[in-house]
């Protein structure tokens, strides 16, 4: 599969890990690193994307841009990449400086059912000539048919792309199957699968993307991410190459960044525990983990039975505030 692209997102959703503490440093280290290694493209920035730095979602340790500068300067074979969020990023503020510093390529995400809110910033990177690409989160909460919709106004506003996002690593491989086969049958763009690994399922599951027919493979070196992590690119790419796929993309180079770099940006290593595994069964957005140990250590509840709640309230990223609520409520419930 030669025209297999790999979407390195681990200098952006891996910031979810360390609290989008990222310096400058790390970022020209890594990239300085990684650019020879064959992947189509690195994505940079605070891990809610580009404008992103708040009290809410947390604040960067270095804006964004000044991440962004250093990565340009190392970045000469590979694609740079910002990811943006209407609501958080904006063109003015977010967008049209990032542009100017040289980015190649633009992910605007949404909400599996809110497309609508990309139009203004996919046009505007497409009319300025850059790649652009849909990005749907939190896809296990809609079918497969009202994807396909959402999907369809990225491609009327100029997305190039589209990518499926399972947020909450809440697929089963029918799942995957079936929702980007079908993309992939009625869509005339590439379309892309981007795993959390919550259910142990990440690399299996973007695997099973490609299989369907999939183009996009969007991961982070070492899984570093939210939660369990990502679907770790240096393993899928081994496992792709055993399978014979041939694909332009340095092992050797990906396991040397994974085991010398991106090891030390970790304040712990990733696992699957309980809290993870009760976020995928409940559907709740990886990120959210952190705030939900937190809020159990505080009110002294289960943090699993904090992801089930929250999964019954069927909550997304941006609501953050609400896992304080529920942790009350069942501390409430608990003394009674």
């Known amino acids: 599969m030669k025209d297999l692209m790999i979407f390195d997102s681990t200098l952006r959703d891996g910031q979810h890990a360390i ?5 400058t440093e790390q970022v020209e280290r890594y990239c300085r690193a990684v650019d020879k290694a064959g992947e189509y493209v690195v994505i940079v920035g605070h891990g809610n994307g580009i404008g992103a730095s708040s009290v809410q979602v947390g604040i960067s340790g270095t804006p964004d841009l000044e991440l ?8 000469k074979q590979t694609r740079l ?6 609501g958080f990023g904006t063109i003015a503020n977010d967008l049209a400086p990032a542009m100017k510093l040289g980015v190649d390529l633009v992910c605007v995400a949404a909400h599996c059912t809110e497309a609508d809110v990309t139009q203004q910033y996919i046009k505007y990177v497409a009319e300025l000539g850059k790649e652009v690409y849909g990005v749907l989160m939190m896809y296990h909460m809609t079918t497969k048919e009202r994807l396909l919709e959402e999907a369809k106004k990225m491609v009327s506003y100029g997305a190039q792309g589209i990518i499926i996002m399972d947020s909450a690593g809440a697929s089963t491989p029918a799942m995957v199957k079936e929702t980007i086969g079908y993309l992939v ?17 990440a690399v299996a599951h973007t695997w099973m993307a490609l299989e369907v027919g999939a183009r996009i493979a969007d991961g982070t070196i070492r899984g570093f991410g ?15 190459k055993k399978m014979g796929y041939q694909i332009p993309v340095d092992l050797n180079i990906l396991m040397d960044v994974s085991d010398q770099i991106v090891t030390t940006f970790m304040k712990k290593l990733l696992e699957i525990d309980s809290i993870t595994i009760a976020s995928g069964l409940a559907g709740v ?8 140990k937190r809020a159990a250590e505080r009110f002294g509840v289960d943090p699993r039975e904090i992801f089930m709640e929250l999964g019954k309230r069927r909550v997304v990223g941006g609501q953050e505030d609400i896992v304080v609520e529920v942790a009350m409520e069942l501390a409430k ?3 009674q």
């Open 185 to 201: 049958e009625n869509l005339p763009v590439p379309i892309g699968f981007h795993a959390h690994n919550n259910l142990g399922m």
């Open 226 to 240: 939210p939660g369990a992590g990502n679907c770790p690119i240096e393993v899928l790419v081994a496992l792709l």
């Open 333 to 335: 419930h608990k003394k």
């Open 81 to 86: 990449g910002i990811f943006l969020l209407p």
């Open 285 to 292: 957005f990886s990120v959210f983990t952190l705030p939900v």
């Open 19 to 23: 609290s989008h503490q990222l310096t």
């Open 68 to 75: 962004l500068a250093v990565a340009r300067k190392e970045l």
